[in-house]
């Protein structure tokens, strides 16, 4: 059982270049979620997907879009990378919406140059 | 939205002593208290978590309390070792609703021999 995985797990873009990020986790969770992780800012939510077909903004939406694949797949897109943009990013599923355990990925180290 | 706050920034114990970090949350509504811990270089993990309707939850050396009426929640480790240090999180949410987990902005916990 992989759990959660991410990739790429490292990556340095240029401003003004886009990626994307890929999600993907094997425990039929319903809900899916996008967080960044800063210095001193703790885990902050971008997107989340509270199950298959919605995608909802989170507190930190701006500069990036989603895309809920299918139940078991969810992308981060950054169309144009800005500096403000190098972080942490982890993706996690939960069973449901607010409920239980969330399990995470290992995490995406992005630099923005 | 709910909004969690979290202290101190940073602790350092000594081998064997007790360590507590604390958090308050706004939203009187939550009522699921979730605490994540997260090794170097490593993804959160839950180590313990706290319904509203109970005051306290003890497993091995961590136990949480929690008072609603001041909308506090406590994380105790009693016994400190070397593989306590790490950065936990504290976080807050309505369960059963589309909502999302809020997470405290981290203590580092520092464990010295």
């Known amino acids: 059982n992989a759990g959660v995985t991410q990739t790429p797990k490292f990556q340095v873009l240029k401003t003004g270049q886009s990626m994307t990020l890929q999600c993907a986790q094997d425990?039929?969770?319903?809900?899916m979620y996008w967080y960044r992780q800063d210095p001193g800012m703790g885990l902050r939510l971008i997107y989340y997907?509270?199950?298959?077909?919605?995608?909802d903004k989170g507190e930190v939406p701006n500069g990036y879009n989603v895309s809920r694949l299918n139940k078991r797949e969810f992308s981060l897109r950054l169309e144009s990378a800005a500096p403000s943009q190098t972080s942490v990013y982890f993706c996690?599923?939960?069973?449901?919406?607010?409920?239980?355990?969330?399990?995470f990925g290992e995490g995406s180290r992005l630099t923005v140059l | 939205g709910e909004n969690v706050e979290q202290h101190p920034s940073t602790l350092s114990v000594q081998e064997g002593d007790s360590a507590v970090i604390k958090c308050t949350y706004s939203?009187?509504?939550?009522?699921?208290f979730p605490w994540y811990k997260q090794e170097l270089g490593k993804r959160p993990q839950l180590i313990i978590d706290?319904?509203?309707?109970?005051g306290e939850k003890k497993d091995q050396r961590i136990a949480v309390t929690l008072n609603k009426t001041a909308k506090h929640f406590s994380l105790h480790i009693t016994e400190t070792q070397p593989e306590d240090s790490a950065v936990y999180f504290c976080?807050?949410?309505?369960?059963?609703?589309?909502?999302?987990?809020?997470f405290g902005t981290g203590t580092r916990l520092q464990v010295t021999l």
């Open positions: 996690a599923s939960s069973a449901g919406a607010g409920v239980g355990e969330l399990f």
């Open positions: 706290i319904r509203s309707n109970v």
């Open positions: 939203d009187s509504a939550s009522n699921y």
């Open positions: 425990m039929n969770h319903n809900s």
């Open positions: 997907s509270a199950s298959e077909g919605t995608t």
């Open positions: 976080a807050a949410i309505l369960t059963g609703t589309a909502s999302k987990l809020t």
